[in-house]
């Protein structure tokens, strides 16, 4: 999984670990931990070590109250300590050896009281549980009897509140909402030890690295450099300085460069291959000479033609050279652009035949709701349509989506389309779209088919041979044979949009598009959404995508209605 992995985070600095799902960024954090043994080399923590993972660092059994007094007992057993040396060095029966020692432990403890923010600790914890949504919860409560999203961000909080020297921080802004986020910026900020942290957050990533630390490098772009397109390619590991944004703006500029020279070498190739195939074309005859002047002519023929042999085998080692040296080609985007949906042979049945900007309504959806689960929604689609959903957890935004996809049939209010007009989904949950293609009697038996004959079924002889599955770039030609049961959860998403964008539906419904996918994926698939040809409804809490949204936006809330 890890292969010649060597980096260095000096004290006060951010590292942030990027890669696909499976490259390795889990397994680095918990062997700098001293959680994994098994591994070659070294590692080297300075200091107390925090690690923020999916395990609750205290018992479940505990209190809130019991976790919180945990966290902050360092900075409590300091102050006391500096009570107490300040005392001993008070006592006037005190020898000049007391009093020595007696400082040293006082300025020790000083120190110590500073890095912990000792002084400030009760004012901190609260600041902290408020952020993160912690504030109204009963102390009293045992941690067992806790939602999974509570346990997270109260063990967040205690790792925070330890204030161990180095941080490693796995996912940490899973469970939290934009103001905790903001919190936990702003306090590692001044973190004063090394940070190490994966993420998929790249909203996170951008207010908080110094460092970008890529666990998936490029692919080369040498032929004769080792190559693995997988995660966990065992190549390495290639350092970033700087933002988020400061590594996509570089990882672009490497990219542009590799198109420029393959095309340039492409097109040198083919001059090469050209002025080879002309020079074989130069030739004499190979019949004997007959007379004397035959043979004179014969004569300088020949020394000609060594000249012409020269010059073949002159331009065959050039051609030789280049494709010996040529890069490879890049790898393909993910793109939307050339795609084509059947909105517009749909015409005659539109909901509506008027809207904005001469676009027509094809969807519309009158005070939605469902008791106890979604306030009431309306929402007009037009056949170009880009609409963002947003709103805090619980606030209905996926249910929307399978209301609209029929994936949910019970509900109050009306919803009018055309009965041609489709309307597809990539649902949060996996494997939604194959669990339709193998019946109720045989649910989950699609992982145990090839990753090729489930594409060819879910998507139909006749497409999969027009719309092949490399199409997009989105499944690796290795695991085409593999069964589906052994893929990682982002490929079995990638399969699935795959499937959806082998034949466009009018409108495309996106949960949470970005959950399992790598950030390089995540942010092809924002920028296709433009070139998409129907309608694109996406539903999303990703702080990145949000802020660089520019279609309309539908906010729900769970106290009231929403219109879009």
């Known amino acids: 999984m890890l292969t010649d992995v060597s980096f260095t985070v000096p004290s006060g600095s951010r590292a942030c670990l990027v890669g696909e799902n499976g490259s390795g960024k889990t397994t680095l954090l918990r062997i700098l931990a001293g959680l994994d043994q098994d591994f070659v080399g070294s590692a080297r923590v300075p200091g107390t070590v925090g690690h923020y993972h999916q395990e609750p660092p205290f018992p479940l059994s505990w209190t809130a109250r019991e976790v919180i007094e945990d966290a902050t007992s360092r900075q409590r057993a300091v102050l006391e300590t500096i009570e107490r040396s300040a005392t001993d060095m008070a006592r006037p029966d005190a020898n000049r050896e007391d009093l020595s020692r007696a400082a040293d432990v006082y300025e020790a403890a000083l120190a110590e009281a500073e890095r912990l923010n000792a002084w400030d600790i009760d004012s901190i914890a609260e600041r902290v549980l408020d952020a993160f949504g912690l504030s109204g919860i009963d102390l009293s409560r045992k941690a067992l009897h806790m939602s999974g999203g509570q346990v997270a961000r109260l063990s967040l909080a205690w790792l925070i509140l330890k204030r161990p020297e180095t941080l490693l921080l796995d996912e940490p802004t899973n469970h939290l909402d934009d103001r905790g986020s903001a919190l936990l910026v702003s306090m590692l900020a001044s973190w004063p030890g090394p940070v190490v942290i994966a993420s998929h957050d790249r909203a996170f990533l951008d207010e908080v690295a110094t460092v970008i630390l890529d666990l998936d490098p490029a692919p080369s772009p040498f032929r004769d450099a080792p190559q693995d397109d997988s995660p966990g390619s065992g190549l390495g590991i290639t350092s970033y300085t700087g933002t988020y944004t400061d590594y996509l703006d570089v990882r672009e500029a490497e990219r542009r460069r590799w198109e420029e020279r393959f095309n340039e070498e492409q097109a040198a190739l083919k001059e090469a291959r050209a002025r080879v195939g002309s020079s074989h074309s130069v030739g004499h005859s190979s019949r004997a000479p007959r007379t004397e002047a035959k043979i004179a002519k014969k004569f300088y023929s020949d020394r000609n033609a060594k000249v012409v042999s020269r010059r073949v ?242 906010n729900l809330t769970q106290c009231g209605p929403g219109t879009a």
């Open 313 to 554: 085998k002159d331009a065959e080692r050039a051609l030789e050279r280049l494709e010996e040296d040529q890069v490879r080609k890049p790898p393909k985007r993910l793109s939307f652009a050339g795609l084509s949906a059947g909105v517009e042979d749909k015409g005659a049945e539109r909901a509506d035949t008027g809207g904005d900007g001469g676009q027509r309504t094809i969807l519309s959806a009158n005070r939605l709701a469902i008791p106890g689960r979604l306030a009431p929604v309306s929402l007009d689609i037009r056949e170009h349509d880009r609409l963002l959903i947003t709103g805090e957890n619980g606030s209905g935004k996926s249910t929307v989506l399978k209301i609209l996809a029929g994936a949910v049939t019970e509900f109050d209010g009306t919803l009018h389309h055309p009965s041609r007009l489709t309307i597809a989904s990539l649902a949060q949950e996996v494997g939604v779209i194959f669990e339709r293609h193998t019946g109720a009697e045989r649910r989950g038996s699609w992982r145990e088919e090839t990753v090729e004959r489930l594409y060819v079924r879910a998507v139909g002889e006749e497409r999969a041979e027009h719309v092949s599955l490399g199409t997009f770039g989105l499944i690796a030609g290795r695991d085409v044979q593999r069964r589906v049961g052994t893929l990682s959860t982002g490929q079995v998403r990638r399969l699935e949009l795959s499937v959806l964008l082998a034949n466009p539906p009018d409108i495309l419904l996106l949960d949470e598009p970005t959950n399992h996918f790598s950030l390089k994926l995540a942010t092809e698939l924002e920028d296709s959404i433009p070139d998409y040809p129907g309608a694109v409804i996406v539903a999303s809490h990703d702080r990145w995508l949000r802020e660089r949204w520019e279609g309309r936006r539908l």
